[in-house]
T-cell receptor, first 113, second 113 residues
Framework: EAQVTQNPRYLITVTGKKLTVTCSQN?????MSWYRQDPGLGLRQIYY???????DKGDVPEGYKVSRKEKRNFPLILESPSPNQTSLYFC????????????FGPGTRLLVL | SQKIEQNSEALNIQEGKTATLTCNYT??????LQWYRQDPGRGPVFLLL?????KEKRKERLKVTFDTTLKQSLFHITASQPADSATYLC????????????FGTGTLLAVQP
């Protein structure tokens, strides 16, 4: 089944404790991205990747890191999480960007205390 | 400034009626625009894409229009059903060299039986 998976689905952590949210897709997609969704602010893009070893900042990259060492995986790293990073996070992938359907993962709900 | 606006107020309609949702954008020149459906706590699901040279696109009970002069897209659901209740998001890739995908904040549609 074609899908985007994220782990963990729920995470409670404390300020400053490094964490990684994994994202994997099995569709051989080139374009992958991370979004955060907050009430009243909608979906905002954090980082995106056009292909392996090619990443770029979205609209809200501060406090986040990503890597794209393999085509299928695009982990999101929070080196020192803060309470303002409490949010619902989505990973998405598409064959390319322009004119292509984005497939979203199920979401990761993160609470930073 | 650049922005995408969707009606933040919920749209309540009676079953069987046509729902019309609006997406307005400012200071973008998108080559295409997408519409997604999102259910609570889940990732968005792609519905329709319309290109700048297309006036209208249909898929079953769904219809999307794109007016690049008005900088507006309309999303219609005909013969609406309670199962259509969800948040609907529009998204665009800004014109030019950027590879970001920008989402509107979404409109909550509630179809009453």
């Amino acid at each position: 089944e074609a899908q985007v998976t994220q782990n963990p689905r729920y995470l409670i952590t404390v300020t400053g404790k490094k964490l990684t949210v994994t994202c994997s897709q099995n569709m051989n997609h080139e374009y992958m991205s991370w979004y955060r969704q907050d009430p009243g602010l909608g979906l905002r893009q954090i980082y995106y990747s056009m292909n392996v070893e090619v990443t770029d900042k979205g609209d809200v990259p501060e406090g986040y890191k990503v890597s794209r060492k393999e085509k299928r995986n695009f982990p999101l790293i929070l080196e020192s999480p803060s309470p303002n990073q409490t949010s619902l996070y989505f990973c998405a992938s598409s064959l390319s960007l322009r004119g292509q359907t984005q497939y979203f993962g199920p979401g990761t709900r993160l609470l930073v205390l | 400034s650049q922005k995408i606006e969707q009606n933040s107020e919920a749209l309540n309609i009676q079953e069987g009626k046509t729902a019309t949702l609006t997406c307005n954008y400012t200071n973008y020149s998108p080559a295409y625009l997408q519409w997604y459906r999102q259910d609570p706590g889940r990732g968005p699901v792609f519905l329709l894409l319309i290109r700048e040279n297309e006036k209208e696109k249909r898929k079953e009970r769904l219809k999307v229009t794109f007016d690049t002069t008005l900088k507006q897209s309309l999303f219609h659901i005909t013969a609406s059903q309670p199962a259509d209740s969800a948040t609907y998001l529009c998204a665009l890739v800004p014109g030019g060299a950027t590879n970001k995908l920008i989402f509107g904040t979404g409109t909550l549609l509630a179809v009453q039986p």
